[in-house]
């Protein structure tokens, strides 16, 4: 059985507070990309540092993004389809354009990095203006998966059934990466998820891997963000 778009619609907007599987990591994405273009966009790129820096944020944000469809296609989707068959059917088909964009990027990327110094601006303002239009199908992507997906799982899940399989997903990304997500999730949530998220974090976590977390993402949090997380979390 399928739900129509209005049945969507409706449960999307529901007042009902439901587990959110998408919400963290898509302010993460967002922050990411949007970050990563300004940077591109400010590089000096007769400054060998500085252009070298820049061009690896832009290899680590696209194995970031390459690597989350990876975990809503293992995940996610599966979930989806097992419920209602057809409903992941257009945010796949556009992850397949997700991986081709990714590796499209990928290559002008390493072309701007063998470019000599005379001709790395140019190089560097067309894969700015690629970076962006791509930023921009993945933004209203993002958008449906929150607002579609979101209505069929709701739907058709509990919280509890949710929370499964958020933990599965979790559980399968290695340290190294979490760390990164965790970077560009925690400073851009609102103070009400960040501190439920390390709450929730610290009551499952070993001790030693809670403080990363905090210390990776408290230089990356205004004092009074930081004081409101203290608080919050009593720390």
Known sequence: MKIDEKEMREVATSATPRLDMYAGIHKALRALM????????????ADDLEFAQVTQRVVEMLDV???????????????????????????ATEHVEHERHIAQLAQALEALR??????????AHSLYQSLAVFMAENFEHMHVEETQHNAVLWERFTD????????ELVASIPPQEMMYVMRWMLPYMNPAERAGMLAEMRA????PAFKAVIDTARPHLTAGEWD????????
Not at 77 to 82: F, L, S, W
Not at 114 to 123: I, K, N, T
């Open 228 to 235: 409101k997380l203290a608080k919050a979390l009593g720390l």
């Open 204 to 207: 499952h976590a070993p001790a």
């Open 160 to 167: 509890d059934e949710l929370a499964a399989i958020q933990n």
């Open 34 to 45: 949007a970050d990563t273009l300004l940077a591109v966009g400010r590089m000096d790129c």
């Open 65 to 91: 993004l390459r690597s989350h469809l990876a975990h809503e296609k293992r995940f996610v989707h599966p979930a989806i389809e097992a419920r209602v068959p057809g409903a992941s059917q257009r945010v």
């Open 114 to 123: 063998a470019q000599p110094v005379s001709s790395r601006a140019a190089a």
